[in-house]
């Protein structure tokens, strides 16, 4: 009965690989978001989409490239990953104003 | 431009003692204010929120706080503290993004500790 799941929860990879992680969401919410939480803590938005469409995009390389096939998923992949990327990487559905999070995923380029 | 100040990022307490963490925003209209929390290795859990009417709102796990807007702030309160409770806590307010769509800002956290 998991809410907003995220795979994988772990992922180690080596600078310049590509990669994808995947996010669904059980709730009927029309709108999903990705957040990236750094070294420190801090978490900030990436992107949002509302009903398979783009509608947030926070100045994120274009190296990250978000997709939703449907409502209920949205995938985020990473072309060419860098150092700089490691952090761990939260899914998000909401209706309305409140938003509900996912596990995480812990990304760590090497 | 909209930002969450979370000034305490580390707060120590004994277990059984009271806590309060704090927060403060900017924002220019009224705010739709959240606490969520993050235990170590974990996703965020909505611990509470405030979107309008009685400024004390109760949440999960007998978490408390107390919007006053003439200080611009959203203070998260707990009597008596549980080694549970030790974790990463987070204050945010949702902003008006592009096209209409909200975001959530968040704070820079802030890391409780408790001794037993």
């Known amino acids: 009965d998991t809410a907003v799941s995220q795979t994988p929860k772990y992922l180690v990879t080596q600078m310049g690989n590509d990669k994808s992680i995947k996010c669904e969401q059980n709730?009927?919410?029309?709108?999903m978001y990705w957040y990236k939480q750094d070294s420190k803590k801090f978490l900030k938005i990436m992107f949002s989409?509302?009903?398979?469409?783009?509608?947030i995009n926070e100045t994120v390389p274009n190296r990250f490239s978000p997709k939703s096939p449907d409502k209920a998923h949205l995938n985020l992949h990473i072309n060419s990953l860098e150092l700089g990327d490691s952090a761990v990487y939260f899914c998000?559905?909401?209706?309305?104003?409140?938003?509900?999070f996912g596990p995480g995923t812990r990304l760590l380029v090497l | 431009a909209q930002s969450v100040t979370q000034p305490d990022i580390h707060i120590t307490v004994s277990e059984g003692a009271s806590l309060e963490l704090r927060c403060n925003y900017s924002?220019?209209?009224?705010?739709?204010l959240f606490w969520y929390v993050q235990s170590p290795g974990q996703g965020l859990q909505l611990l509470l929120k405030?979107?309008?009417?009685?400024?004390l709102v109760q949440g999960i796990k007998g978490f408390e706080a107390e919007f006053k807007r003439s200080q611009s702030s959203f203070n998260l309160r707990k009597p008596s503290v549980h080694w549970s409770d030790a974790a990463e806590y987070f204050c945010?307010?949702?902003?008006?993004?592009?096209?209409?769509?909200?975001?959530?800002?968040f704070g820079a956290g802030t890391r409780l500790a408790v001794h037993p």
């Open positions: 998000a559905s909401s209706q309305g104003q409140v938003q509900y």
């Open positions: 709730l009927g919410h029309d709108t």
């Open positions: 989409y509302n009903n398979k469409e783009l509608i």
């Open positions: 924002y220019g209209a009224t705010p739709y």
């Open positions: 405030y979107f309008s009417g009685d400024t």
């Open positions: 945010a307010v949702v902003v008006g993004g592009t096209g209409g769509y909200n975001k959530l800002i």
